[in-house]
Structures are given as C-alpha cells and as structure tokens.
C-alpha cells in the first residue's frame, strides 16, 4: 500500500470574499526609500533581489526617500496631479454618460492614474505605448489630444476618429505615440517588442513601452515578448500593471502566488523592478530609468506596477459579488492623487486651495468635452458613422466584393 | 530557376530594392531555412535584415505587426503551414484587423511564408493546406503560386502590398512540378518554360487569374499543386479542360472564373485541402451565384478527405489525376 497521501489540486483563492477584509500582507511592501538603485547599464542577474521588493519613493507622510528620489520640476509634478486629476474625473463623467445610455461600455482607471501619467512624463516624442485599454491616462496626460475627440471615440458619433468600428475606449492615436487598442488580450506585448526590434534595425534613437495586466501575463503573447525582447535586446520597456484583479480573478490565479510578476523578467533575463504603483515619484524614477536604460542599448526592462484596480472592471461588472466593498481603502498603497497633493503640499509647491481650484477647472473642462462631443450625436440618437464607412480600411483599396456588398446595403 | 531560387530572388530584389524590407523566422537566417529559400541573404545583407528567430509562431507574427506599425516591411516565414496555429491569434485579430480599428492610423503591411500542402509524405503536420482558415478571414490576402515564374511575381507583388498577405509555398512544387503520379521521377523546373525567371524586378499582379490552360468542354477552378494534377487529368481524360490557376486565392479573379465558367457550361474545382468548408464551397457558391443560368451540371469538388493528412495512406488521400480526371467525366457526363 502507497504510504503517500491523494494528491489534491490547488486552486488559489483570495484572502477577502464579500462580506471578509482582505489580508494584504502578501503584497510584501518595502519602507518608502529602502530598496536600491542599480546603474542603468546593469544585469539583469543583480535585480533578482528588485523583483521581490518594492520600490518606493513617498512615504506615509509624502515625504520623498532613498536612492529613487527624481531629479524632477515641481511644475513637472503639478502637471502630472493636474493629469491624474483629469483622468479620474474623466472617468467619473464618461461612467455617468455610460449609465445614461450615450455610450455603450466604459472602462474606468480607478486608482491606476499615476501609472500611465508619470510613465508618460518620462517617454519622449516619438516613443511608442502598446496600451491596454485601462492606459488612458497615457492620452490624457498630454496637451495635444483633445478630449473632445476621445469622448466622440466614445460615442461614435460622426466626429468618431475611428468611424465608429471600434468599442469604447479602444483609441487609436500615432501622432501620440498610443498604438491602437485591441479587445484580445496580450497581442501588444509582443507587438511592441516588434517596434522596437524595427528602432534597432534602423538605428534609431526612439523606443517602445508595452503595456500588459496581471491577468493577461498568463497569455502566450506575453512570454514571447520577454523571449524576443531578451533574444535581440529591444528597447523597449514592458509594464505589467498588477491591480490584483483580471475581472473576478484574483492575480493569484494568473500565477502571482508566492512570486511576483517582475521575477518572470529576471527568468527570462530582463532587468526586472517592482515598484509602487501609486507612488507618482516611484513611477517616473523607475520609467526614467527603464527608459534610458532602453536607449542607451542596454535592453529591455520589465516593471511590475503594483497597484489596485479601485473601480469596476467595467460597466458591465459589479466587483461587489467577488470582493469586499472596501478593499481599495484598505489597500496598503493609498490612493495616487491624495499621496502626490500630500507630497506637493508639503514641500510648499501646492495647496487644499490650488486644489480645490484645479478640481473645479478640470470638472468645467470635462463637461464643456462632453457637451461638445454629444452635439455630434450619440448612440442613441442614431449620429453615427455612415454604414458606407463600414466597408474602407478593410484593405488599402477596396476589393470588387466590398464594393459589391456596399452597393447591396445600397450606400 | 527553381521555385525555391524565385523566392529567394523576389526576397532578394526586394530587399536590395527597399530597405524596410526585413527577413526573419526560425532557421532563415545562418542556415538558410529548412528548404533553402532564405539561403545566402544574412550574408548579403547582415544580420539586421535577415535573422534567426525563436521558434514562436506568435512571436515571429506578432513582432511583424509591430514592425509594420513602426514602418517597416517584413517577410517572415512560418516554417510549415501546419505550424501556423500558434500565430492565428496576431493574424486573424491583429493583422487583418489593424487598418480596419484604427482607421488607417495604423498599417500591417507584412507578408506571412508558409510551406504548404502535402504530397511529400509529410504526415499530418508536414502536408497540411489551411487556406480556408485565411480566406475566412476578413483584411487580409491569400496567395498561392504554382509555378517559380509566378512565385516571384507574386511574392514580390505581395512584400509590395500594404495589406498582410498570407503566402503560400507548395513546397511539393519547389523542385519541380508534380501532376500527383508518384511513381515517376520528378521533371525539375529546369526542363520547364515556366522555370524561366527573370533576375530583376517584375510582378505578377494579385487578384489575376491565370488560364493555365485554355479549353472549351469545362473549367476547372484550381491553385498550387493541383494546377498540375489538372492538367494531368485534362491530358489523360481527353477532355478539353480550361485550367484556372486561381494564384490569389482571396480576394480573387472573379471575372476570369465567371467568363470561363459561362463559355464552358460546366465547372469542377479540385485542391488538397479537406472537403467540408473548404475554399471549395466558395468557389462553388460563387460558381452558382454568378452562372447559375449557364450551368449544364451540377458544380463538383475534387478535395482531400475530411480526415487528418495521414502518412502511409498519401496516394489514397491525395487527390491525384485518377480522382480528378473521373470528376471531368462525370461532369462531362451529366
């Protein structure tokens, strides 16, 4: 007789259900300014020890710490608030207008806006995001993409730059460096480390950041862009925003147990770091690094952004059936905008006033965004892209059974 | 030139021609690729135009699309047909896709290699003719040559187009053509008019058909391989057949099929690929939509079995000039 025990299958569960509190203390958070900073030039071997800790600048006082501190302008810092102040409240707006049916889906970034905005602050003209579609704070960090035009993507209205063929929130913007979003999961990953391949080939100097979530990194697209980006040394810099959830799912169950995501990095031979997601200061150090790293032909970075999806997954999904109602006021990380204003004030660079003051402006701009979007229709009220828009694009030229179909609808 | 040195010569002119024009998958680089057709281009033209990649489907695929977002224009090669799978996801979502949703802001305009079809006692994973899983797919190209003049034409036309293209190789045919009798020895391209391939540039225009060979009793709607085995049929059955090579398989050469199929009355389609939803269907929808009132019989399909491509059964599965040429005489016949 076997003396071994039957084997019993694992399923990951997480700590808080409904009803429970989540115990966060698998999060492993390091003291604000107590983890290192290598050289840029570094190996990936020596940041085994950065992929398990966590990176932060900002501590529970907004006091800036340790070796990550940015050389960065308080203007520079007011600006990047100012973004993730509009980010927020662009979603609270666009989730309003969602539930008053003038747009289908809405997927907010809740709690994630310092990713995107100080990640941006640290890129350069020319540079190209693969964003997943809880990026935008990417878009709206910077001055030349009218917000107008992102919200008539959201309507598909007759001003929709993308003629209306695309859900929601899947922008598409070149001449900002923000690749065109896709509803399959992970398919950027890789095509980023392709753009960047494409830099290198033609000696540029420009580089690629590729965009990825907890859940989406147990797709194949994501292990083949750590092997490509490893194989051939891309510049490019690889995001995984760990917001501990991939809709229902708990990022144990996309293999986060007891290991983090920046360690797969380091597996694959990339220098990995894990740094705070809600940490303003923390993001821009780490992509100011990444990104030099990347275009001085040192090679790819991976970095874990630990963070916490604060809202739903999208309007179409109620967190409240999986996990409890306060969790994001319980998350260890705090919230983005409230640690930033903190650090600002206090180092005497912003106030409740300036505040208050940019809170009501941006609220004014959003609105003003939205009722000139909606006056080119919504829809409900049928403005929308002509059905003739349906059939261009699909190839350069037109093909003989487009056209035969197009005249068939009779447009 | 065989049709392995036309491939080759397209990917070389191109690339001499236009400097986007990058070549890479696994085993193309150093070694030349499994069937030589990359054979000497790392050495002309470095390692940052022609390279080795890891065997990944989707990431070779996938880092094309970002490379043809970036502006570049590459050629990449999946290295059997029935590898492709892995792949299907950057193709069917991205590549096709990516001018549709971005509206034009963003382009794929790569080309996909892919050794395909059987005949070679391949087995199920050497032999494989996934065509119908492309022509289903709307945004991008599919083309298969069947003979090296046109293999250069068309692969030089298809690196040239700005929709993502789907080339196909009928790697029975890259030493020579095969009308399916086996037991012959193989007649190299060298013995043949359309072995005669220009060195420089020249294309062979996608969506142009060609009349392989003209006749008047029917039509045979056909690509790859099976241009040949027609053939073959045609010349054993005596029965005055007009072979259509297809060549772009979709979007296609409607007005070539339409016009042949009205002179002739009659029309059978022939390809490798299992029966059920193949690009046979189509052809005969098409057939029926377009010459319904011309028709003399009913529209017939010569296809491989639905079954798995099996080894030891090759000459029982394949659709040889026996199955094909009984096909014309039923037609005839009707």
Redesign the interface.
Known sequence: MSQTPALRLHVPEPSGRPGCTTDFSYLHVSPAGAVRKPPVDTSHFDTNDLAYSLIRVLDEDGQAAGPWVPQIEPSRLRKGLRAMMKTRIFDARMLIAQRQKKLSFYMQSLGEEAIGTAHSLALQQGD?C?PTYRQQSLLLSRDDIPMVEMICQLMSNVRD???G??LPV?Y???RAGF??I???LA?QF?????????????GDTRI?SGWIGDGATAE??FH??L??AH?YRAPVILNVVNNQWAISSFQAIAGGEATTFAARGVGCGIASLRVDGNDFLAVYAASQWAAERARNNHGPTLIEWVTYRGGPHSTSDDPSKYRPADDWKRFPLGDPIARLKQHLIGIGEWSDAQHDQAQAELEAEVLAAQKEAESYGTLLDGHIPSAAAMFD????DM???LRMQRQQLGV | MTMIQALRSAMDVMMARDDNV?VYGQDVGYFGGVFRVTEGLQAKYGK??CFD??I?E??IV??????G????RPVVEIQFADYFY?AS??IV??AA???????????APITIRMPCGGGIYGGQTHSQSPEALFTHV??I?TVMPSNPYDAKGLLIASIE???PVIFLEPKRLYNGPFDGHHDRPVVPWSQHALGNVPEGHYTVPL?SAAVFRPGKDLTVLTYGTMVWVSECAARETGIDAEIIDLRSIW?LD?PTIVESVKKTGRCVVVHEATKTSGFGAELVSLVQEHCFYHLEAPVERVAGWDTPYPHAQEWAYFPGPTRVGAALKRTMEA
Not at chain 1, 393 to 396: A, H
Not at chain 2, 62 to 67: D, F, H, K, L, Y
Request: proline share 6%; hydrophobic share 35%; aromatic share 10%.
């Open positions: 190209m693969f730059p993308l003629k063929r695309q899947m598409s913007y070149k690749f065109s896709s509803g399959n398919t890789i095509q980023a480390v392709g753009w960047a391949m494409a830099s290198a080939i033609k690629a194949a697209d083949t862009a092997t490509f194989v694009d699909v190839y350069k093909p003989e059974h | 990058v940052s135009r990649a890891p990944s989707g990431g996938g880092t094309a699309v970002g490379m977002a970036y502006g570049l892995p996801d950057q979502s991205e896709r990516l001018r549709y949703r971005s509206a034009g802001d963003f382009t709307c945004g190209r187009n700005d929709d969506e979007p409607l």
